[in-house]
């Protein structure tokens, strides 16, 4: 079984990749879109986005990210696609979800689900365009208004060449009101000979087991779930299938305070001082659906505008975030393990 993390624009950056793959549990990640509309883009354009191609492909803990793109243009978007292969990405992935208007309006993402035929030519263009050994896969939700093309959809990409296909069951007029239609990822994979991975409201183990029994794949991508509880992933692999209890909660928000203080310091490397509390903010108050502590500090940066302002205040949570140009507190390659998995491992062990 495969965990992936889920492309999340505005949300999962390198920055956020290198925390939650630090963590780990994920076979690989998948970055935000790269926008294709008519021109041939720089390296520098996808390396802006995926600096992790300067290494490798990997994130800091060795997790592979492969590129998405989103566009409408067959040509385009196979040149585009030659053009990011030479920069050695462990693998492509094409965008046929993304609901934003300012994106559909432009022929790209969701919405050309109404357009099989198109879906057929852009995947088949983008294969012909990458070496061979290149993967090739494409993301797509159930449909525009209604799920009625859904397998056309899936069935058009896999002939086009795309060697899986994650499958967000939602259509595009759902947004992202729950629930996920699971069922609807199991009819899709009836349809196509290639392997198929369920996403969609996945923010507990248990919603990774049920998800599975109802959409009868193995492989599951993690989106919000994965950024609000880091350690979901892992939980999921060592089997740890029940919630944690207040104790378990408390250890793992012990783990991930010197990761968020890391989060922090590639935050301020990255963005200008003026954007740092919005994404400061953001990842706070996903965590905040899970921990108590981060409801708390939620609360109080919630009204703050500077940086030093919020930087002040994480302190006094026990927070430290490292100044910008200081070399990582710790080994930036090593794991961060599950504090209670980690302590009912050696209680067996004993
Ligand atoms: C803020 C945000 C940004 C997203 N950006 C992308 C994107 O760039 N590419 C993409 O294929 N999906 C994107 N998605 C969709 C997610 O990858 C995922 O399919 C969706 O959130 C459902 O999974 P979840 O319920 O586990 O979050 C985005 C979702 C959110 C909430």
């Known amino acids: 079984m495969r965990l992936l993390l889920a492309p999340m624009e505005g949300l999962l950056d390198d920055v956020l990749?290198?925390?939650?793959?630090?963590?780990?549990?994920?076979?690989?990640?998948?970055?935000?879109?790269?926008?294709?509309?008519?021109?041939?883009?720089?390296?520098?354009?996808?390396?802006?986005?995926?600096?992790?191609?300067?290494?490798?492909?990997?994130?800091?803990?060795?997790?592979?990210?492969?590129?998405?793109?989103?566009?409408?243009?067959?040509?385009?978007?196979?040149?585009?696609?030659?053009?990011?292969?030479?920069?050695?990405?462990?693998?492509?992935?094409?965008?046929?979800?993304?609901?934003?208007?300012?994106?559909?309006?432009?022929?790209?993402?969701?919405?050309?689900l109404d357009e099989p035929e198109l879906l057929w030519r852009i995947a088949q263009a983008v294969r012909a365009a990458l070496p061979p050994g290149m993967p090739l896969s494409a993301k797509m939700r159930l449909g525009v208004r209604d799920a009625g093309r859904a397998q056309e959809?899936?069935?058009?990409?896999?002939?086009?060449?795309?060697?899986?296909?994650?499958?967000?069951?939602?259509?595009?007029?759902?947004?992202?009101?729950?629930?996920?239609?699971?069922?609807?990822?199991?009819?899709?994979?009836a349809a196509v000979p290639v392997p198929v991975v369920a996403n969609g409201e996945v923010w507990t183990a248990q919603d990774w087991v049920r998800c599975r029994e109802v959409s009868g794949v193995a492989d599951v991508m993690l989106g919000r779930g994965a950024v609000a509880d880091p350690f979901l992933a892992c939980r999921i692999r060592a089997g740890g299938l029940d919630e944690p209890d207040a104790d378990e909660r408390a250890a793992e928000w012990q783990a991930l305070r010197p990761l968020i203080g890391e989060f922090v310091q590639g935050v301020q490397r990255k963005v200008e001082a003026r954007h740092a509390p919005g994404r400061i903010k953001q990842w706070v108050q996903m965590l905040a659906r899970r921990h108590e502590a981060a409801r708390a500090l939620f609360a109080c940066i919630r009204p703050l505008r500077s940086l030093p302002e919020v930087?002040?205040?994480?302190?006094?949570?026990?927070?430290?975030?490292?100044?910008?140009?200081?070399?990582?507190?710790?080994?930036?390659?090593?794991?961060?393990?599950?504090?209670?998995?980690?302590?009912?491992?050696?209680?067996?062990?004993?």
């Open 153 to 189: 959809c899936a069935q058009a990409l896999a002939d086009g060449g795309a060697q899986w296909l994650v499958v967000h069951a939602r259509t595009k007029a759902d947004g992202y009101r729950p629930p996920a239609h699971w069922e609807w990822v199991a009819r899709i994979a």
């Open 17 to 112: 990749r290198v925390a939650l793959t630090r963590v780990g549990g994920y076979d690989h990640a998948v970055s935000e879109f790269a926008r294709v509309s008519g021109t041939l883009l720089p390296d520098r354009f996808f390396r802006r986005i995926v600096p992790e191609l300067d290494r490798g492909g990997r994130t800091v803990a060795g997790t592979p990210v492969h590129v998405q793109m989103l566009g409408s243009d067959p040509a385009c978007m196979a040149a585009n696609a030659a053009r990011l292969a030479r920069l050695n990405p462990p693998g492509i992935d094409l965008n046929f979800g993304c609901p934003a208007p300012t994106v559909n309006r432009h022929g790209g993402g969701a919405a050309l």
């Open 311 to 350: 930087a002040a205040e994480l302190q006094r949570h026990g927070i430290h975030a490292p100044q910008p140009g200081d070399a990582p507190a710790g080994d930036p390659w090593q794991r961060i393990e599950h504090p209670p998995l980690a302590l009912k491992a050696m209680a067996r062990a004993a």
